[in-house]
Each structure stands twice: as structure tokens, then as C-alpha cells.
Nanobody, 124 residues
Framework: VQLQASGGGLVQSGGSLRLSCKAS????????IGWFRQAPGKEREGVACIGSSGYSTDYADSVKGRFTISRDIAENTVYLTLNSLKPEDTAVYHC??????????????????WGQGTQVTVSS
């Protein structure tokens, strides 16, 4: 099981980015994918997840209305579109999955499989 996040970068406040989480060793069709972020000196925060159905999603209150999670089964990739970015969104963003747990923000910290993250930096 491998997860590789990419797409981060430096963007101005109000800008947008699209992060990608490429999965290998399993299909995103059958398992949930969650996105987390961790800023220096702060605890890890669950941001969004998408369930195995592809229709079930959940978001942290801090990103609702600004971030959108989606997936491409053919590419075995899950995307996180970040709009209206704020400096407080600056963090390393990781994706993760679990073969038993469902998509729910509160359950994300328990996900078993994690990938290396991608840095998002939002300047004011």
C-alpha cells in the first residue's frame, strides 16, 4: 500500500491549488481516502475524506465551502482542491487510507496507511 501526495506549492492568500494523492497497491474504488495537514507546532488536523462509494464526503469546519475532495478511479487518484486559501492553511498535507474504517473526520487519526506529504504555503 502506497500513497503519494503532490501538487503543493507557494500561493498568495485567496489563491487556489489542487493536491493529488496517487494510490498504489489497492484501489480507491473500495476504500476511503482522507487528507490531513500538520503545521509546525500544531497538532495534525483531519481536513477531508471521501468514502468508498465516492458519494460520501466529510470536511473539517475550517475548510467547508473552500476545499473539495474528489477522485478519479481510472487514475486511482484522489484530489483535494483548495480554494480561497488563507495563511492559516499553511501546512504539510498528507493523504491516508484504512481498510476497515469509514470516511469521517473524527476517525481520520486512526487511519493505518499514510503517505509522505506535500507542502502548502499561503502568503498574506
Amino acid at each position: 500500500v502506497q500513497l503519494q501526495a503532490s501538487g503543493g506549492g507557494l500561493v498568495q492568500s485567496g489563491g487556489s491549488l489542487r493536491l493529488s494523492c496517487k494510490a498504489s497497491g489497492f484501489s480507491v474504488r473500495y476504500y476511503p481516502i482522507g487528507w490531513f495537514r500538520q503545521a509546525p507546532g500544531k497538532e495534525r488536523e483531519g481536513v477531508a475524506c471521501i468514502g468508498s462509494s465516492g458519494y460520501s464526503t466529510d470536511y473539517a469546519d475550517s475548510v467547508k465551502g473552500r476545499f473539495t475532495i474528489s477522485r478519479d478511479i481510472a487514475e486511482n487518484t484522489v484530489y483535494l482542491t483548495l480554494n480561497s486559501l488563507k495563511p492559516e492553511d499553511t501546512a504539510v498535507y498528507h493523504c491516508a487510507t484504512d481498510f476497515e474504517l469509514q470516511c469521517a473526520i473524527g476517525r481520520l487519526p486512526a487511519y493505518d496507511y499514510w503517505g509522505q506529504g506535500t507542502q502548502v504555503t499561503v502568503s498574506s
